[in-house]
């Protein structure tokens, strides 16, 4: 059974730069796409983007000038770097495996961007 | 810009059937759109139950079910039950320049 796994700083300053790294245990990260999603507290989801495993990305427009997504599959990982960050940019992130909305989701990491 | 809409709350009694509906401020939802369902509890990762407007994910019971109707996609779920009582986002394909978008979540009490 697949796993995905967000891990990072849960606290990010100001203007700086937010690195997230999602492990992925029990299967491959060849063959698929995998998503970026991040929930506000309290409100609702927003889809920040993918990268298929061939290193192809396609980012939301809203946050296309600040967010790259890299993978890694020597080691099975995805990554998410959002840059110049601020407080609206405090969320839960989600990573998630799979095409046509059906989405393996990972369990999720708080980042917290305060001063 | 276009946006997707969802009612932010409905309610259900227990056994009974509900209907939940994912639409656009500009334009009708159809399967071009790829429409997909997630539930999500407080403080829990999302789950996906629909894709691809109709297909179930694995694991899901039958009584959830998507479909297109009218200008708008929709959920259903028949005999619902206590723990249904949950966050319900769509999500939509608006094409490779605009990506996926989530709709605003509908919360669903079983009451």
């Known amino acids: 059974q697949v796993q995905l796994q967000e891990s990072g700083p849960g606290l990010v300053k100001p203007s700086e730069t937010l690195s997230l790294t999602c492990t992925v245990s029990g299967g491959s990260i060849s063959g698929y796409y995998w998503s970026w999603i991040r929930q506000p507290p309290g409100k609702g989801l927003e889809y920040m983007g993918y990268i298929y495993y061939t290193g192809t990305t396609n980012y939301s427009p809203s946050l296309k000038s600040r967010l790259t997504f890299l993978v890694d599959t020597s080691k099975n990982q995805v990554s998410l770097k959002l840059n110049s960050v601020t407080a609206a940019d405090t969320a839960v992130y989600f990573c998630g495996r799979g095409s046509y909305g059906d989405l393996r989701w990972g369990q999720g990491t708080l980042v917290t961007v305060s001063s | 810009q276009t946006v997707v809409t969802q009612e932010p709350a409905l309610s259900v009694s227990p056994g009974g059937t509900v209907t939940l509906t994912c639409g656009l401020t500009?334009?009708?939802?159809?399967?071009?759109?790829?429409p997909s369902w997630y539930q999500q509890t407080p403080g829990q990762a999302p789950r996906t139950l629909i894709y691809?407007?109709?297909t179930r994910s694995s694991g899901v019971p039958d009584r959830f079910s998507g479909s297109i109707l009218g200008n708008r996609a929709a959920l259903t779920i028949t005999g619902a039950q206590a723990d249904d009582e949950s966050d319900y986002y769509c999500m939509l394909y608006m094409g490779s320049g605009m990506n996926w978008v989530f709709g605003g979540g509908t919360k669903l009490t079983v009451l």
């Open positions: 500009s334009g009708s939802v159809s399967t071009s759109h790829y």
């Open positions: 691809s407007t109709n």
